[in-house]
């Protein structure tokens, strides 16, 4: 364990990081078919971490008079292929001499990724790591009677490598059953994953129906949200309704009844005859 944290400690700290604002997160690359900033302070290939959800711009120049082009692999199938631009992948436009900015939103999944220049795409490229949480709940969908109280598990995953403080609220609608967590916030490591439970619990005069349980998380910067289905079934028309039994018991009894009945003239009849 301790040799697993050592040896990604010293791989993190072998990579060289931009270190980027929240807010307007922006990235210089210089192109140089030998690397992205080749011989420059931040170093060769920088990693670039971005948050799931943010806009990033990249600010693109060439150092060496050869044409380039930024491309984030979106979809890992290698860098080479301009064909994926536009589609799945995203592309710069191609640059040399002038310089060029690139901006475009982090709106694919969290995890890693690379980037390449797809003209030099065997030397030009680096990490591209998008932090975000996963957020998940088992089971994902509740039943419960008027008056009783059921649970969710809610799981929230760290993924490419985000790390911290997520918090936690939740609520129903239409108004009705009431919600709650235990605990409010998670703190989860780097590709850990950590649980809250989302208790819904329901009185004798929740109106039975079909509501929807939102659970949302929240760092201040990332936030997601789940939402769970909460089925409430009438108290009565389960527990108070004619059951099988009562039925059988009652369609038993006209039977039996009908049964006396024709057993009682016929000895009527057979007394008469006799007479
Ligand atoms: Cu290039």
Same mark, same amino acid.
Not at 143 to 149: I, Y
Not at 196 to 204: E, F, K, M
Not at 240 to 264: E, N, Q
């Given at each position: 364990?301790?040799?697993?944290?050592?040896?990604?400690?010293?791989?993190?700290?072998?990579?060289?990081?931009?270190?980027?604002?929240? &807010?307007?997160?922006?990235? *210089?690359?210089?192109? $140089?078919?030998?690397?992205?900033?080749? *011989?420059?302070?931040?170093?060769? $290939?920088?990693?670039?971490?971005?948050?799931?959800?943010?806009?990033?711009?990249?600010?693109?120049?060439?150092?060496?008079?050869?044409?380039?082009?930024?491309?984030?692999?979106? /979809?890992?199938?290698?860098?080479?292929?301009?064909?994926?631009?536009?589609?799945? /992948?995203?592309?710069?436009?191609?640059?040399?001499?002038?310089?060029?900015?690139?901006?475009?939103?982090?709106?694919?999944?969290?995890?890693?990724?690379?980037?390449?220049?797809?003209?030099?795409?065997?030397?030009?490229?680096?990490?591209?790591?998008?932090?975000?949480?996963?957020?998940a709940s088992s089971p994902s969908s509740l039943?419960?009677?008027?008056?009783?109280?059921? #649970?969710s598990?809610?799981?929230?995953?760290?993924?490419?490598?985000?790390?911290?403080?997520?918090?936690?609220?939740?609520?129903?609608?239409?108004?009705?059953?009431? &919600? #709650?967590? $235990?605990?409010?916030?998670?703190?989860?490591?780097? /590709?850990?994953?950590?649980?809250?439970?989302?208790?819904?619990?329901?009185?004798?005069?929740?109106?039975?129906?079909?509501?929807?349980?939102?659970?949302?998380?929240?760092?201040?910067?990332?936030?997601?949200?789940i939402a769970l289905p909460?089925?409430?079934?009438? &108290?009565?028309?389960?527990?108070?309704?004619?059951?099988?039994?009562?039925?059988?018991?009652?369609?038993?009894?006209?039977?039996?009844?009908?049964?006396?009945?024709?057993?009682?003239?016929?000895?009527?009849?057979?007394?008469?005859?006799?007479?």
């Open positions: 364990m301790l040799l697993l944290v050592l040896g990604f400690s010293l791989q993190t700290a072998n990579l060289p990081a931009i270190p980027m604002t929240p &807010a307007t997160p922006q990235v *210089s690359l210089i192109g $140089n078919a030998f690397a992205w900033n080749y *011989s420059y302070p931040s170093g060769s $290939n920088p990693q670039i971490t971005v948050l799931h959800g943010q806009s990033l711009t990249v600010q693109l120049s060439s150092v060496d008079m050869l044409p380039h082009q930024f491309v984030v692999d979106v /979809d890992n199938d290698g860098g080479g292929d301009a064909s994926d631009c536009g589609t799945v /992948d995203l592309c710069s436009a191609p640059f040399s001499t002038s310089p060029t900015t690139f901006s475009f939103s982090i709106n694919f999944p969290g995890g890693e990724y690379t980037y390449y220049c797809s003209v030099h795409p065997m030397t030009m490229f680096g990490r591209f790591v998008v932090q975000d949480f996963g957020f039943a419960l009677m008027q008056g009783s109280v059921t #649970s598990a809610i799981t929230v995953t760290s993924l490419g490598g985000f790390v911290g403080k997520v918090n936690l609220t939740a609520s129903v609608l239409p108004t009705g059953p009431v &919600a #709650s967590l $235990n605990p409010t916030s998670i703190r989860f490591s780097a /590709d850990g994953s950590a649980s809250s439970t989302l208790t819904i619990s329901t009185s004798r005069t929740t109106p039975e129906g079909v509501y929807t349980a939102t659970v949302s998380a929240t760092n201040g910067t990332l936030s997601d949200s909460v089925t409430v079934t009438s &108290a009565v028309s389960i527990g108070g309704s004619l059951p099988l039994w009562a039925i059988a018991a009652g369609a038993a009894t006209i039977i039996a009844v009908a049964v006396a009945a024709i057993f009682v003239r016929g000895r009527r009849k057979r007394a008469s005859k006799r007479s």
